[in-house]
């Protein structure tokens, strides 16, 4: 299987080459050359198949040129050792819940599959890496957690600064070691700015040889298809046609359910369920696109202003409006119709969601609200102990704590607060000790 630029479909590149280039040369985003599909049996066959099994057969066709059998199935194996099960609620609404990882969000399913890639590539190449991340939160420590003292690899992280929480700023922070964590003066977008911007410059990439892992990455995007397919596993043989609904920020998870979807897994639809910034709904409504400043929300890893995988949606449709449109509907909602939900959730079903995922029942409940035979599954993104300043407003007590998130707030982090200026970042990257 190989690889191309969603700006130029004639220049090939292989898997490895992809992930490590992260943004392709031309500044688009890497797409397989053909969609593979499912075996044959393998819908039916889910309920049957462990999360493993599914990845495995899933991720194949896209690395077995690269990769043996062998070294897929230990991949898969060492980046899953947790699970993606499916909660119901009712009949009609199911939740997914994608924060069983060690940084309890879904990011760690594609940092951690791109960490076990990378490994590989570097154990081959024996030259070490530089690997850029701009962080809303989640991503930053999913990517830290997933690289956190393998050999040959550096991971610099950017997050803006007052725009994590506590807790989010404890996790980037703490590992040290291999890790950088560079607290910005600016937004999420500004970070993302800088990391494109080192992405196109010549002295960076000859000197650091720089990877990204955001969720621009290739390695992280293939893995966010795979618990699409163990949650219709999880349903059984569910007569009701099966929409995702998705919280959506730079819609890289989104992007993951629409591979499996073209993969040929049955989905009716997906929902972009969004906070206040709803540049996306506004691109399906309009049918073009215009960026935004950010506003900041209680759902803030979904403060996005300008999502890249935008372009990738849009190549995936040839840019065709209207099978979009067929394809995703996109509800949005302020911080206090977050909250609302979050208490009627409990009240009603007595699920805590985080933020996150409350926005993404708010567009469950819209959606179903006048299609009675249809059943939702909600992607919880994160666990509602993350967000539990929130969660403590609202229902008037705290999610327990899960150990493996207690552990980190006894840690002293070490941010380095760094300006929002390309040349800055620029000279702190180019005088750093060599890995
Ligand atoms: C990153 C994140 C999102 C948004 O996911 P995208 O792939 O950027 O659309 C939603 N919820 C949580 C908890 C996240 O960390």
């Given amino acids: 299987m190989r690889f191309y630029s969603t700006r130029d479909r004639h220049t090939a590149y292989t898997f490895?080459?992809?992930?490590?280039?992260?943004?392709?040369?031309?500044?688009?985003?890497?797409?397989?050359?053909?969609?593979?599909?499912?075996?044959?049996?393998?819908?039916?066959?889910?309920?049957?198949?462990?999360?493993?099994?599914?990845?495995t057969v899933m991720a194949t066709p896209f690395l077995k040129t690269e990769f043996t059998e062998a070294e897929i199935v230990e991949m898969v194996e060492a980046a899953f050792p947790f699970s993606a099960p499916v909660v119901p609620l009712n009949n009609q609404y199911s939740v997914l819940e994608l924060f069983h990882g060690p940084t309890l969000a879904f990011k760690d399913f594609g940092a951690r599959f791109m960490a076990q890639v990378l490994q590989r590539v570097v154990e081959r190449l024996s030259r070490p890496l530089t690997i850029l991340v701009a962080t809303s939160g989640d991503t930053g420590s999913a990517v830290a957690h997933g690289f956190w003292k393998k050999q040959g690899i550096r991971v610099v992280?950017?997050?803006?600064?007052?725009?994590?929480?506590?807790?989010?700023?404890?996790?980037?922070?703490?590992?040290?070691?291999?890790?950088?964590?560079?607290?910005?003066q600016g937004t999420f977008d500004d970070c993302q700015r800088l990391v494109k911007t080192a992405f196109l410059d010549e002295t960076l990439r000859q000197q650091l040889r720089l990877t990204s892992a955001n969720s621009i990455n290739i390695a992280r995007l293939l893995p966010q298809s795979f618990y699409y397919a163990a949650a219709i596993g999880q349903l059984g043989g569910l007569e009701q046609p099966v929409i995702f609904s998705v919280p959506s920020g730079n819609l890289g998870n989104l992007t993951g359910g629409i591979l499996a979807a073209k993969m040929g897994l049955p989905v009716h639809r997906f929902l972009a369920a969004l906070n206040r910034n709803d540049v996306f709904r506004e691109f399906l409504q309009e049918g073009y696109f215009k960026p935004r400043k950010v506003i900041p929300t209680i759902s803030n890893a979904m403060d996005v202003g300008n999502p890249s995988n935008l372009e990738r949606i849009r190549a995936l449709f040839n840019d065709d409006i209207t099978a979009i449109r067929q394809t995703?509907?996109?509800?949005?909602?302020?911080?206090?119709?977050?909250?609302?939900?979050?208490?009627?959730?409990?009240?009603?079903?007595?699920?805590?969601?985080?933020?996150?995922?409350?926005?993404?029942?708010?567009?469950?409940?819209?959606?179903?609200?006048?299609?009675?035979?249809?059943?939702?599954?909600?992607?919880?993104?994160?666990?509602?102990?993350?967000?539990?300043?929130?969660?403590?407003?609202?229902?008037?007590?705290?999610?327990?704590?899960?150990?493996?998130?207690?552990?980190?707030?006894?840690?002293?982090?070490?941010?380095?607060?760094?300006?929002?200026?390309?040349?800055?970042?620029?000279?702190?990257?180019?005088?750093?000790?060599?890995?």
Avoid: C
């Fill in 157 to 184: 992280l950017l997050y803006p600064d007052g725009m994590v929480s506590g807790i989010q700023e404890q996790q980037l922070t703490t590992l040290g070691e291999n890790i950088i964590a560079l607290k910005v």
């Fill in 16 to 55: 490895t080459q992809a992930v490590q280039l992260g943004l392709a040369p031309d500044g688009g985003l890497f797409l397989p050359e053909t969609i593979p599909g499912l075996p044959d049996g393998f819908v039916q066959a889910l309920p049957n198949l462990s999360f493993v099994e599914i990845a």
């Fill in 328 to 435: 995703i509907e996109a509800y949005h909602f302020d911080d206090d119709a977050t909250r609302h939900a979050i208490a009627h959730a409990y009240e009603t079903h007595h699920y805590v969601f985080d933020p996150h995922g409350a926005v993404g029942y708010l567009a469950a409940r819209t959606y179903a609200q006048t299609r009675k035979d249809v059943h939702v599954v909600v992607l919880a993104t994160a666990h509602p102990a993350k967000f539990n300043s929130v969660i403590q407003q609202v229902l008037g007590k705290e999610a327990p704590t899960p150990e493996r998130l207690a552990r980190w707030l006894t840690r002293q982090g070490q941010p380095y607060p760094i300006s929002a200026h390309f040349e800055v970042f620029k000279a702190f990257l180019l005088e750093l000790p060599s890995v």
